[in-house]
Every structure is written in C-alpha cells, then in structure tokens.
C-alpha cells in the first residue's frame, strides 16, 4: 500500500477482554515498530520487527502485550486482559531498512472500559 | 541511557511571528535526530532529520533545525508561521543509525497553535 496502515482504528473494550491491533507496513519494508501515545507519557516505544524476529522487546510494558509478524509483512499486538491504563493510541512505524527513515501509520485508537 | 527533553508544552503564537520548538538530549554516544510533526487527528509526519554533515537541516514547508553537539539541542525554528502549522511537534533521538534497532526515543512533544 502506499502508506503504514492499521486497524481497527478505533477500538471500546472493556476491562478483561483480550483484543488485537493489526499494523500493515509500506510494501518492502523490512523494520517494522509498535509505538503507544498517551496523555502524560507522550510516545514509548513498544517493540520492534526486523522481518519476522523481535530483536528489541524492552518496551513492552508487561507479559500481557505480545506481538507477532508473519511472512515479514503484518504485524499483530496483542493486549490480554485489558486494563483501563492501556488506553492509548497504538502506533505503527515501518522503515526499509533498519535506522532508516520511520515513517508511521495513523494509530489504533483504543479505549479500555 | 539516552532522553530528549522538550521544555516547552505548548507554544501560542500569532500568524506571521517567528517560532522556535526547543529541545535538548541527552546521550553519550553519536545521535541522530529527527521532528515530526502531527496535525490534528492525523499520524505523525517526518519534518525533518539529522543525520550527518551540514548541521542546518530544513524542510520543505520553511522551518529548520540546527545541531548543536555542544550544547546537546537541535531547536526547531520557522521564522514565520502560519495558521496550517498549528500542529504538535516532536524531537526524536536514535543513537545509532543503520547499525542498531533504530528504535526512536520521542520528547513528550510542543503543541504550535498559531492565532491570527
């Protein structure tokens, strides 16, 4: 596609319920990251892809959020258990190569009840 | 461990006044920096980058940025601003380019609202 796209991009759970963030990278992009945006924390990084391995996890906040990426394209964030303080913005970031220029797609919005 | 530093909030200001977005990092190895920009409800936007060389870098859309290592700062000014600029602006940091996760490191951003 011609930009990095995500979905849902709006997202109400309620506390407990599981959900997914589905990120889908510019065409040939090798790195792929997950970054989250909330009132007072401003932008974290969560993690990141190089092709399908996660060389870099150190931001996930706990063992409730995982990630995966298959075929080194779509990449799926997975928050067990929601809590209300994982509202936030989802965002997700390609790059064709490693340090290369980011560039980010529009956000997950996601609402925790 | 590397950090990056936006004093500023917010920043009011009136059409056609000059700007300037500032921030400082801390590392102690080589950086590489970067603003992006978001306008409302919309993602974040590449502005500009350091990367290497001239250490006055701009954008197409008039504003600039310079790299000061002695100081740590890569301000962000635009010497006149206009209503469309009115948007959040964030300083990112990567210290390491090509070789590490490229992971960027954000300030908590400066929100521009431009006034006529």
């Known amino acids: 596609g011609a930009g990095v796209s995500q979905s849902p991009s709006n997202k109400v759970t309620e506390k407990g319920k599981d959900v997914e963030l589905r990120c889908d990278p510019i065409s040939g992009h090798t790195a792929l990251y997950w970054y989250r945006q909330s009132l007072g924390q401003g932008l974290e990084f969560l993690i990141y892809f190089q092709g399908n391995s996660a060389p870099d996890k150190s931001g996930l906040p706990s063992d409730r959020f995982s990630a995966e990426r298959t075929g080194g394209s779509v990449s799926t964030l997975t928050i067990q258990r929601t809590q209300q303080e994982d509202s936030a913005v989802y965002l997700c970031?390609?790059?064709?190569?490693?340090?290369?220029?980011?560039?980010f797609g529009e956000g997950s919005w996601l609402t925790v009840v | 461990a590397q950090s990056v530093t936006q004093l500023d909030s917010q920043v009011p200001v009136f059409e056609e006044a000059p700007v300037e977005l500032r921030c400082n990092y801390s590392s102690s190895v080589s950086v590489y920096l970067f603003w992006y920009v978001q306008y409302p409800n919309q993602g974040l936007q590449l502005l500009l980058k350091?990367?290497?060389?001239?250490?006055l870098v701009k954008s197409i859309n008039g504003f600039e940025a310079e790299f000061n290592k002695s100081q740590t700062s890569f301000h962000l000014r635009k010497p006149s601003v206009h209503i469309s600029d009115t948007a959040e602006y964030f300083c990112?940091?990567?210290?390491?380019?090509?070789?590490?996760?490229?992971?960027?490191?954000f300030g908590k951003g400066t929100k521009l609202s431009v006034k006529p």
């Open positions: 350091y990367l290497s060389g001239s250490t």
């Open positions: 990112a940091v990567s210290f390491s380019y090509g070789g590490s996760q490229g992971n960027l490191i």
């Open positions: 970031a390609s790059s064709l190569l490693s340090g290369n220029t980011i560039y």
